[in-house]
């Protein structure tokens, strides 16, 4: 069976060369799921894994915009939607400058495997452009949108393809492609999630992504005889999920002690709380480096240029900034800190050599594709709020985020059980999203 597995990969390594973040998330998916193949050689038959690795439909498209000084400039954008299995293609848009298929087609298909987690009918899909954010202005960030959007438009719809953001994309951005779909199709529809709230938003979405993270790493650590309270926490990134997760731990009694941006990291051993937790959400706004202004205005604090917070001693570490943040060596050091726990929330934040190096060293890893599915779970909700025309509470929705994020960490740690994984998370994680996706897949044929 592993043969077989490798067969996979290496098919995978053979029509996307060039992708290495894609290459690495199949890479540890299908490694997880093997036990599951090894019961049900119906899906080796019917050619469930070929199919699964690749996308249902990539887009790409050209996005040409005019500048605040009339000069055309021109992006690339893209849409992967890579399985529709459980529902329509669900998964953000990324504005950034590094942005490519191989980036996209990783979080996509790390979509899949999340959306299946929450138990909700939504299926994985990414998109983006290269387009940079940081330092335009609100004109040029319309005209940009507006143009990506009069091409995606045909792409998408409620019950096709529901976008929402990410890195670079916020509820400005998701406003300003609304507007241009809804004037284009003449449509007011729930084609769009991450909204402000007087837009048809879901209240309490900008910190689901982060609450969600700390449910679940509360239910980690409840599952280890631990608790939150009490805890000092290493986190990264200072963006929407580091906020959200900031302010839940610190609720829960838990200490921050960290929090990082481009230009290094800040070692705040009095706690990120209170006005601290607050500052973020002008810091996270700025599209400047951000840690030496929080140590200006918070003396207490420690900056540390160009250096990440997995240095600092903790309890907890949760990675919440971009993908592979976490290297071997940061594993090495992890480890002879004495770290017992961490959890990952952005979307796979370690490399696999590093996840490997930190289990064997019995480090439990909460693996992203379930510690982050809040926000997707919560977009979800939001698509419910639209299609149904009503509106949830902030209590209704933090309500139901909690649910959704218990009952994650237990379908891990049913399948964990069931094939004999003992503590590791990330297989039981990718098992449980698997299975859901391969019995709708087989239902629908070869398609």
Same mark, same amino acid.
């Not at 329509?88 to 979080?107: C, E, S, T």
């Not at 940079?132 to 949108?145: H, V």
């Not at 241009?180 to 084609?191: A, F």
């Given at each position: 069976?592993?043969?077989?597995?490798?067969?996979?990969?290496?098919?995978?390594?053979?029509?996307?060369?060039?992708?290495?973040?894609?290459?690495?998330?199949?890479?540890?998916?299908?490694?997880?799921?093997?036990?599951?193949?090894?019961?049900?050689?119906?899906?080796?038959?019917?050619?469930?894994?070929?199919?699964?690795?690749?996308?249902?439909?990539?887009?790409?498209?050209?996005?040409?915009?005019?500048?605040?000084?009339?000069?055309?400039?021109?992006?690339?954008?893209?849409?992967?939607?890579?399985?529709?299995?459980?529902?329509?293609? +669900?998964?953000?848009?990324?504005?950034?400058?590094?942005?490519?298929?191989?980036?996209?087609?990783?979080?996509?298909?790390?979509?899949?495997?999340?959306?299946?987690?929450?138990?909700?009918?939504?299926?994985?899909? +990414?998109?983006?452009?290269?387009?940079?954010?940081?330092?335009?202005?609100?004109?040029?960030?319309?005209?940009?949108?507006?143009?990506?959007?009069?091409?995606?438009?045909?792409?998408?719809?409620?019950?096709?393809?529901?976008?929402?953001?990410?890195?670079?994309?916020?509820?400005?951005?998701?406003?300003?492609?609304?507007?241009?779909?809804?004037?284009?199709?003449?449509?007011?529809?729930?084609?769009?999630?991450? +909204?402000?709230?007087?837009?048809?938003?879901?209240?309490?979405?900008?910190?689901?992504?982060?609450?969600?993270?700390?449910?679940?790493?509360?239910?980690?650590?409840?599952?280890?005889?631990?608790?939150?309270?009490? @805890?000092?926490?290493?986190?990264?990134?200072?963006?929407?999920?580091?906020?959200?997760?900031?302010? +839940?731990?610190?609720?829960?009694?838990? @200490?921050?002690?960290?929090?990082?941006?481009?230009?290094?990291?800040?070692?705040?051993?009095?706690?990120?709380?209170?006005?601290?937790?607050?500052?973020?959400?002008?810091?996270?706004?700025?599209?400047?480096?951000?840690?030496?202004?929080?140590?200006?205005?918070?003396?207490?604090?420690?900056?540390?240029?160009?250096?990440?917070?997995?240095?600092?001693?903790?309890?907890?570490?949760?990675?919440?900034?971009?993908?592979?943040?976490?290297?071997?060596?940061?594993?090495?050091?992890?480890?002879?800190?004495?770290?017992?726990?961490?959890?990952?929330?952005?979307?796979?934040?370690?490399?696999?050599?590093?996840?490997?190096?930190?289990?064997?060293?019995?480090?439990?890893?909460?693996?992203? @594709?379930?510690?982050?599915?809040?926000?997707?779970?919560?977009?979800?909700?939001?698509?419910?709020?639209?299609?149904?025309?009503?509106?949830?509470?902030?209590?209704?929705?933090?309500?139901?985020?909690?649910?959704?994020?218990?009952?994650?960490? @237990?379908?891990?740690?049913?399948?964990?059980?069931?094939?004999?994984?003992?503590?590791?998370?990330?297989?039981?994680?990718?098992?449980?999203?698997?299975?859901?996706?391969?019995?709708?897949?087989?239902?629908?044929?070869?398609?």
């Amino acid at each position: 069976m592993a043969n077989l597995v490798q067969k996979y990969i290496d098919i995978a390594k053979e029509k996307n060369a060039n992708e290495p973040e894609f290459l690495q998330t199949v890479e540890e998916v299908l490694t997880s799921i093997e036990p599951v193949l090894e019961a049900h050689p119906e899906y080796i038959e019917a050619g469930l894994i070929e199919r699964l690795i690749e996308p249902e439909r990539g887009i790409m498209f050209r996005v040409p915009w005019v500048d605040d000084n009339g000069k055309v400039q021109v992006n690339r954008g893209y849409r992967f939607e890579f399985n529709s299995a459980l529902g329509p293609y +669900k998964g953000g848009l990324r504005f950034a400058p590094n942005v490519y298929p191989g980036i996209l087609k990783f979080l996509g298909f790390e979509q899949i495997f999340k959306n299946s987690l929450t138990g909700l009918p939504i299926g994985g899909g +990414k998109g983006g452009s290269d387009f940079d954010p940081n330092g335009k202005s609100d004109g040029e960030i319309m005209r940009f949108c507006q143009s990506f959007i009069t091409e995606l438009y045909r792409h998408i719809g409620p019950n096709t393809d529901v976008p929402a953001g990410d890195l670079g994309v916020g509820g400005r951005e998701i406003g300003y492609m609304m507007g241009q779909y809804k004037r284009i199709t003449n449509q007011y529809d729930g084609t769009w999630t991450g +909204k402000g709230t007087s837009n048809g938003g879901l209240a309490g979405r900008t910190e689901a992504t982060g609450y969600g993270i700390v449910f679940y790493a509360r239910e980690m650590l409840k599952h280890f005889g631990e608790e939150l309270k009490g @805890k000092t926490v290493a986190i990264s990134g200072f963006g929407n999920v580091s906020w959200g997760t900031a302010k +839940k731990l610190t609720e829960l009694g838990a @200490k921050v002690i960290t929090i990082s941006g481009p230009d290094g990291y800040i070692l705040d051993e009095e706690g990120v709380s209170g006005e601290k937790i607050d500052y973020l959400l002008e810091l996270r706004g700025s599209g400047k480096n951000i840690c030496s202004p929080y140590a200006e205005k918070f003396p207490g604090s420690k900056f540390f240029a160009g250096k990440k917070p997995w240095e600092v001693k903790a309890d907890l570490y949760i990675p919440c900034a971009t993908q592979n943040e976490i290297h071997m060596e940061d594993a090495q050091t992890m480890v002879a800190n004495g770290c017992k726990f961490l959890c990952e929330g952005a979307n796979m934040p370690t490399t696999n050599e590093a996840i490997a190096y930190l289990q064997e060293n019995g480090v439990v890893v909460g693996p992203s @594709k379930a510690a982050n599915a809040g926000g997707v779970a919560c977009s979800c909700l939001e698509m419910s709020q639209n299609a149904e025309h009503i509106i949830f509470s902030e209590e209704d929705v933090y309500r139901q985020l909690e649910g959704i994020m218990v009952n994650i960490f @237990k379908l891990s740690v049913d399948a964990c059980e069931r094939y004999n994984l003992g503590d590791n998370l990330i297989a039981g994680a990718n098992i449980a999203g698997f299975e859901r996706v391969a019995e709708a897949m087989m239902m629908q044929g070869i398609v």
